[in-house]
């Protein structure tokens, strides 16, 4: 499979969460095979599916085979693994609302496993809630609204993923153990911001990427 990356202007100036809209679910295929033949799927390294996400920073469009690929998170993470012969869309979901974060989830729920950490790895999936509004009433109860691809994970614990969260594609960091903490005093980002924030906002909102934190995912192996 081979990508090809676009470069177009945009202009985004504030930073919002993942806001996928329902998505067309791909069309199963069914190819005919001999139980005594089916072959073993081949799970791509985590080192791998890294560098595919690194290649992405910076990108502001995504085309595969032709085909665009929606500018948003879960587009970002599908196209990602899309390269490597995994469509994280295909998932044999019958919700026609699911939006592109929650097809991803349903996909893992079904060919991976899902942790809270601490421990997390290279290529994982980060899952959060409640970066938008996803329903409109003004409070936090909107889950499965962003996703990204972890890529490392800093000395201090600082977990360093790769998403599209305002105008482009780029690094985000989130410190589950300071969750609260966007810089240290020396400067050091812990925590990116997420959820935009708005004068309406009640004291108590969350906007930090540890603080809307949900749950890791895997689709690769060890």
């Given amino acids: 499979m081979r990508f090809l990356f676009i470069m177009v202007s945009i202009a985004i100036v504030t930073l919002v969460g993942c806001a996928t809209p329902p998505v067309e679910h791909p ?15 081949l799970v791509p390294s985590r080192s791998a599916i890294v560098r595919t996400a690194a290649k992405l920073v910076g990108a502001k469009a995504i085309k595969s085979h032709g085909r665009r690929i929606a500018y948003d998170c879960a587009g970002v993470t599908r196209a990602i693994f899309l390269q490597h012969g995994i469509d994280l869309y295909d998932s044999g979901a019958s919700d026609p609302n699911a939006n592109g974060v929650r097809l991803i989830y349903a996909h893992v729920r079904q060919h991976g496993t899902f942790h809270q950490g601490p421990v997390v790895h290279p290529g994982d999936l980060v899952f959060f809630d409640n970066t938008w509004d996803l329903n409109g009433d003004g409070k936090l109860n909107d889950p499965l609204t962003h996703v ?8 201090d614990g600082t977990v360093v993923f790769i998403s599209r ?11 589950l153990a300071l969750p609260h903490v966007h810089k240290t005093a020396d400067g050091r980002v812990l925590n990116d911001y997420m959820r935009r924030k708005l004068p309406t ?22």
Avoid: Q, W
């Fill in 201 to 222: 906002d009640p004291d108590d909102m969350s906007h930090l990427t540890g603080e809307l934190f949900s749950f890791y995912g895997t689709r690769l192996g060890s």
């Fill in 27 to 41: 069309r199963a295929s069914a190819p005919e095979v001999r139980p005594c033949c089916r072959s073993v799927e």
């Fill in 148 to 155: 990204g691809v972890v890529e490392r994970v800093e000395p």
């Fill in 165 to 175: 969260v305002a105008n482009a594609i780029e690094r985000y960091r989130m410190n």
